[in-house]
């Protein structure tokens, strides 16, 4: 703020002096220039005060005076002080000459005075009276930027173009804006608008600086830059699905993201796949993605943004790509973005929505991406993905989807990894204790108190438990039988041959990806039968407990596992071989390229 008070008040000073300088010597009157009365749609007052203002001005006795009025705008001048027209006398050329650096006055509408001088600041002390002088004179041929639009060596980079080349485009589309504004039918439509509503010719002054998007608008500027990066992120090329996902996730499994990537590369390049985060950073895990797969960060590039610009920019991009599908993924930013875009984006591409379980609150209401999304968005949308059969069925009936409209609602089963570790025998040394696995979040849905209360029932049986808390900071009391092993990146990282039995006590939950990865191990799972679970988990290969079961009834099932440690294996080796026979990733590629890369198969219906 002192800095900008002291050039200005340095300028004021040095135009008084220049003032002096350069006041023209008695005798060099000068001749009144031609003029006549040009129309323009801003009606005959202002034409007749252009006029005037002509026929005050003086040319031919000082060459400076001359190359200023030679690119003189009075209409641009007057607009931008209107109180001027009362000054009828006034010589406009001679009033910029000696107060143009003070007030930042324009003589053309390509000029701009504060500008020029943010960009040169050394021509506010050049030889000659007036910057517009130094930059008439030799900045202009000099490439020195002059323009008032904002960020032109920022675009030159995006557009690929040198900043000269961008001024020639700017002044070419201006002069044009102006002119029809001027004397074009745009003009007159305005002046009849005024006609009915006196307000709009108060907004005459706009013809001094019309706003050419993105130049202008500095959000729209820092859109489109954000919107390159993601682009230059990801090597400047289309693609044929884009995942859009919140955040990489917790976990070493494919999850649905891992397994749809995987799944399509047989069909399209593994760079024809763009993952974009859009609303946290953090470490993909390895092998979620074939290589060649290409992430973006896109939360990262936007964090400068407001989020109605965010939002707004990821539609762009995802519509730039003109990929055969998008696949939204709990992306925050997007669901946002929906909520006022979503018909022009849907309008051109295949949007797909994954709905996995609701959340609870602690109160006990529930809350999730579906509840909030899935009626206001379904009519737009190409599709909807869900990982279990028991979420389908419970949007179908809730929102009573009609028959017609079934076929954009899809089940996508996970599939089962073979490769996973099988152990097909029960750990057997003398003396041993059974070890019992547990492993999740810690947090409400993941119930780790029931977890402990059952190791409390069991003093004679050791748990060991891998994961960390999401959610919840709560200090738990553990058990002595209870052995905390922190997290861990992958199921193959646990020593999975040193468990009798897995214990899982989810509260709520569509098809785990961490009971389809046991399942295939031949440990037998004691687990809460609840939501989706129960496409895992059945009385005839595992040990499935009630939803509202208290502790006593998960250590009756643990009991019973270990008490038949042949008979438990055997029906464990079952549910490996009904999950390997269910949830093939050949099942699942076949579906997911119908799907997907198929735009007959689900169309956008509009509503």
Known sequence: MRSGLKLYRGLRRRAGRLRARWAPKRGQVGRTPDASLEPTTLGPALDEAVLNAKRQMRIGADPDYDLVYDNFDVMHYLLQTPRLIERPRLDLVKHFLETG????????????????????????????????????????????????????????????????????????????????????????????????????????????????????????????????AAHEAAGLRRARLILVINRPRWGGGRRLEGHLAHALVPVISPDDVVVIYTDGTGTTAEGRFPDGVR????????????????????????????????????????????????????????????????ERTPEGAWTGWSLRYFYRLFEQLAGVITDSDFLAQQLRETYRVPESHLDRMHVMRAPVDPSLPFVAESPAAPDRRPQVFWAGRWDRQKRPALLLQVARLMPDVDFRIWGESVMDRRHWTIPPNVALAGSYGHISDIPLAEADAWLYTSSWDGVPTQLLEVAVTGIPIVGTLVGGTGEVLSEADAWPVGETAQ?????????????????????????????????????????????????????????
């Open 551 to 607: 502790a006593e009834a998960y250590v009756d099932a643990i009991r019973a596992v270990l008490a038949d440690p042949a008979d438990s294996r055997r029906r464990a080796a079952e549910l490996r071989d009904r999950m390997l026979s269910e949830r093939t990733e050949k099942a699942f590629a076949a579906h997911a390229a119908e799907i997907l890369l198929n735009p007959d198969r689900s169309a956008v219906r509009a509503g």
């Open 101 to 228: 650096v003070e007030l930042m006055r324009s003589p053309d509408i390509h000029f701009s005075m504060p500008a020029y001088l943010e960009r040169h600041p050394e021509r506010a002390q050049g030889r000659e009276r007036s910057p517009y002088l130094e930059w008439l004179k030799r900045g202009r041929a000099a490439g020195e930027i002059a323009d008032p639009a904002p960020a032109i060596p920022e675009m030159a980079r995006l557009l690929g173009l040198e900043p000269a080349e961008v001024v020639d485009l700017l002044v070419a589309r201006r002069t044009d804006v102006v002119e029809r504004l001027r004397t074009g039918e745009l003009g007159e439509m305005v002046a009849r608008a005024a006609e009915l509503e006196p307000l709009i010719a108060r907004a005459a002054v706009r013809c001094t600086r019309p706003r050419l998007l993105p130049f202008g608008h500095p959000p729209a500027l820092e859109q489109i830059s954000v919107i390159h």
């Open 295 to 358: 992430e973006i960060d896109f939360g990262g590039l936007a964090s400068r943004l407001v989020p109605e610009d965010a939002e707004a920019a990821l539609v762009v991009l995802l519509r730039t790509f003109r990929a055969d599908a998008i696949v939204n993924i709990n992306s925050a930013t997007l669901y946002r973005a929906l909520q006022s875009l979503g018909r022009a984006l849907t309008a051109s591409e295949r949007l797909f929505l994954c709905f996995f379980c609701n």
